[in-house]
């Protein structure tokens, strides 16, 4: 899978936006960029996923460069219950039965009151 | 939906017991996965099964570990014998396989295992 580079640890102040990078500069036509993330004593949850256009979601915005080696999750209004790890993960889905993710160290997201 | 169910949640056990993890994935997925997270290793795939078949197991990390998938309801993951180095949270997670790479993971809330 090709590799993903995040930020280990930002601060943002509540009710802020926040704009988590990820760098993938190997990415692969074929590759999808997925995030998930890991509220403190649980498992990880989808957040959003994108190929190539930008993405909207309840839950947050993906903006991909277009040259796809990087791309940004943005929280529009993060709140206190948003502290948690963000993990940027590239999928391939050329090849078959590939679901599996391999994540890396994500991002920890602190929110200051 | 109930999710994906885990239990137990957490088990305290001594070094050389034999120990079963059990998960139920949600209703009509068909790939399953088993991870664990460690403070040092992070989140690591162990084993995933598609339509109960393993598909890759390459993360299981030596023969004392052992995972079946008896039916699309059903899997447990063993650790026999457990050993100090195995405490960490192993997760379950389950998806529908889109064929595509696009589909979501649903993850279980984990169970907690200590070995003494």
């Known amino acids: 899978d090709a590799k993903t580079t995040q930020p280990n640890s930002m601060e943002s102040n509540e009710e802020e936006p926040v704009h988590l990078p990820c760098n993938h500069s190997t990415i692969s036509g074929t590759d999808y960029i997925h995030w998930y993330r890991q509220l403190p004593s649980q498992g990880p949850e989808y957040v959003i996923h994108?190929?190539?256009s930008n993405v909207n979601n309840r839950m947050a915005s993906l903006a991909i460069a277009e040259d796809r080696k990087s791309s940004t999750l943005i929280l529009h209004r993060a709140t206190l219950r948003d502290a948690a790890v963000y993990y940027c993960i590239l999928r391939d889905v050329l090849i078959f039965g590939n679901e599996k993710l391999t994540f890396g160290t994500g991002t920890r997201l602190t929110i200051i009151p | 939906d109930a999710g994906v169910i885990q239990s137990p949640r957490h088990e305290v056990t001594e070094m050389g017991q034999e120990v079963t993890l059990r998960c139920k994935p949600i209703s009509g997925h068909n790939s399953l996965f088993w991870y664990r997270q460690t403070m040092m290793r992070g989140l690591e795939l162990l084993i995933y099964?598609?339509?109960?078949?393993?598909?890759?197991d390459s993360g299981m990390p030596e023969d004392r570990f052992s995972a079946k998938m008896p039916n699309a309801s059903f899997s447990t993951l063993k650790i026999q014998p457990s050993e100090p180095r195995d405490s960490a949270v192993y997760f379950c997670a389950s998806i529908l396989t889109s064929g595509g790479g696009t589909g979501e993971l649903f993850f279980g809330e984990g169970s907690r295992l200590t070995v003494l």
């Open positions: 994108g190929l190539t």
């Open positions: 099964f598609n339509n109960n078949v393993p598909i890759d």
